[in-house]
Nanobody, 128 residues
Framework: QVQLVESGGGLVQPGGSLRLSCAASGFTLDYYAIGWFRQAPGKEREGVSCISSSDGSTYYADSVKGRFTISRDNAKNTVYLQMNSLKPEDTAVYYC?????????????????????WGKGTQVTVSS
């Protein structure tokens, strides 16, 4: 069965850190662009960060630049999102998505956002 499973969310105080994991089963992540997306209550889903399959190029939304880092560990078939300096506005359900095309990373982020088949996600709550 082909699936992505998100984990690592939780409750954290403003300024804290979390590392989210996106683990793949049934396929190899090496050949896929991967994206992290989030959806806060009452808001549309937005692209947070994406990483390409070929050259490892990355894209970050302006709201998370300098605070979040996306990375992939192909040996573990997992993609991570390291989130530092968390803010209350980062509160959302975070989802990951994969796509096998090798187009520019921002384009891939847009495509995945439009075509994703979303899993359960992982809840991130930033609150004091």
């Amino acid at each position: 069965q082909v699936q992505l499973v998100e984990s690592g969310g939780g409750l954290v105080q403003p300024g804290g850190s979390l590392r989210l994991s996106c683990a793949a089963s049934g396929f190899t992540l090496d050949y896929y662009a991967i994206g992290w997306f989030r959806q806060a209550p009452g808001k549309e889903r937005e692209g947070v960060s994406c990483i390409s399959s070929s050259d490892g190029s990355t894209y970050y939304a302006d709201s998370v630049k300098g605070r979040f880092t996306i990375s992939r560990d192909n040996a573990k078939n997992t993609v991570y999102l390291q989130m530092n300096s968390l803010k209350p506005e980062d509160t959302a359900v975070y989802y990951c998505e994969a796509n096998p095309r090798d187009w520019p990373v921002h384009t891939m982020c847009v495509i995945m956002g439009l075509t994703g088949s979303w899993g359960k996600g992982t809840q991130v709550t930033v609150s004091s």
